[in-house]
């Protein structure tokens, strides 16, 4: 897949803005993944030559985290924890309301994508349970209240509002 000017412009901003600080791969990751949704070669290619690091370690870090893909995502990006404290508390039954609510598979993107939405293993927040996470936000105990479904139609609203 062809890079968008505008995406390749985006990169070479984030690259030049980071190349100089400590820890400049992370950062340059972490913000090519917020503003194009994931991390694309060509974004590795640059990050390789402005950070002056091997392509193999960017490629070490993106695979290591798993807050950073490869595959496009939807704008929005829920998570839903299926690890066993979630699971037993009905993270089962959220994850299918939140599949509804917003029109995308389980681990894939909505047509218009707009949402990711993810089945996750533990996030460390298991007094929490069951947890979503939509765009960082953590939403705890989420199937007794209606926090997270409101965020999402929050958005669906938004996204579809026109701009005046
Ligand atoms: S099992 Fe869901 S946060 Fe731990």
């Given at each position: 897949m062809n890079l968008s000017t505008e995406s390749l412009?985006?990169?070479?901003?984030?690259?030049?803005?980071h190349k100089d600080k400590k820890?400049?791969?992370?950062?340059?990751?972490?913000d090519v993944q917020k503003q194009l949704g994931y991390i694309p070669f060509e974004a590795m290619e640059k990050?390789?030559?402005?950070?002056?690091?091997?392509?193999?370690?960017?490629?070490?870090?993106?695979?290591?985290?798993t807050q950073f893909t490869t595959e496009p995502k939807g704008k929005h990006v829920i998570?839903?924890?299926?690890?066993?404290?979630?699971?037993?508390?009905?993270?089962q039954?959220?994850?299918?309301?939140?599949?509804?609510?917003?029109?995308?598979?389980?681990?894939?993107t909505s047509k218009d994508n707009m949402f990711s939405l993810d089945a996750t293993r533990c996030v460390g927040a298991c007094g929490l349970a069951p947890v979503a996470i939509l765009d960082e936000q953590v939403y705890g105990n989420a199937n007794?209240?209606?926090?997270?479904?409101?965020?999402?139609?929050?958005?669906?609203?938004e996204e579809n509002t026109p701009q005046a």
């Open positions: 412009k985006k990169i070479d901003a984030i690259v030049a803005e820890g400049p791969v992370k950062l340059m990751l972490h990050i390789s030559v402005g950070a002056d690091v091997p392509i193999a370690e960017v490629f070490g870090v993106v695979s290591f985290y998570n839903i924890c299926l690890g066993t404290a979630c699971y037993v508390r009905g993270s039954l959220l994850l299918d309301r939140v599949k509804i609510l917003t029109n995308s598979p389980v681990n894939g007794n209240n209606k926090e997270l479904e409101n965020a999402i139609r929050r958005i669906i609203k």
